[in-house]
T-cell receptor, first 114, second 110 residues
Framework: DGGITQSPKYLFRKEGQNVTLSCEQNLNHDAMYWYRQDPGQGLRLIYYSQIVNDFQKGDIAEGYSVSREKKESFPLTVTSAQKNPTAFYLC?????????????FGEGSRLTVL | GEDVEQSLFLSVREGDSSVINCTYTDSSSTYLYWYKQEPGAGLQLLTYIFSNMDMKQDQRLTVLLNKKDKHLSLRIADTQTGDSAIYFCAESINDYKLSFGAGTTVTVRA
């Protein structure tokens, strides 16, 4: 079945460590996104990529990095520079333009910094 | 600007109608969306409405759009326990970007 797979679902990290969250899609979508979700704050855009080998910063990119070497994959690295990394991270994709702009979401990865 | 606001909580009795409200700021938004998130999961699109429409109905769901007031609402008829979730309002900023509200947690009580 087509969809978006995020891994791991739960991740624990010590302060000062980098961690990489995986996101893979087999929907043949051009665009991919990373959002951060905190209680009561909704979803905030970290990075997005419209095509392979290209990506743009979202609203809260500081302390995060991404790559888009393949159409199917858009990994997110949470670096030690991210001051408050404990959150629920959601990856999404969309077919790109011209569409209804609908996003298709993965099941999320919950990162806890100890 | 990009700012979507919605109330944080709604409690409704099983069988009643739920109404979730949202206001947005970008008058150029082409589409407005309602997404549903169940505990520990990602978001799923419930429905969307094109900005030149006033209303859209899809089975138990009715979306009303007031462009003048930049107000969007979602009505769920005959609310069931399976409707307990967080509901997010979102507006399209451009072809690639959506702006989301903080989400309304709907609790259905027996």
């Amino acid at each position: 079945d087509g969809g978006i797979t995020q891994s791991p679902k739960y991740l624990f990290r010590k302060e000062g460590q980098n961690v990489t969250l995986s996101c893979e899609q087999n929907l043949n979508h051009d665009a991919m996104y990373w959002y951060r979700q905190d209680p009561g704050q909704g979803l905030r855009l970290i990075y997005y990529s419209q095509i392979v080998n290209d990506f743009q910063k979202g609203d809260i990119a500081e302390g995060y990095s991404v790559s888009r070497e393949k159409k199917e994959s858009f990994p997110l690295t949470v670096t030690s520079a991210q001051k408050n990394p404990t959150a629920f991270y959601l990856c999404a994709s969309s077919p790109g333009t011209p569409t209804t702009g609908e996003l298709f979401f993965g099941e999320g990865s919950r990162l806890t910094v100890l | 600007g990009e700012d979507v606001e919605q109330s944080l909580f709604l409690s409704v009795r099983e069988g009643d109608s739920s109404v979730i409200n949202c206001t947005y700021t970008d008058s150029s938004s082409t589409y407005l969306y309602w997404y549903k998130q169940e505990p520990g999961a990602g978001l799923q699109l419930l429905t969307y409405i094109f900005s030149n429409m006033d209303m859209k109905q899809d089975q138990r769901l009715t979306v009303l759009l007031n462009k003048k007031d930049k107000h969007l609402s979602l009505r769920i008829a005959d609310t069931q326990t399976g409707d307990s979730a967080i509901y997010f309002c979102a507006e399209s900023i451009n072809d690639y970007k959506l702006s989301f509200g903080a989400g309304t947690t709907v609790t259905v009580r027996a």
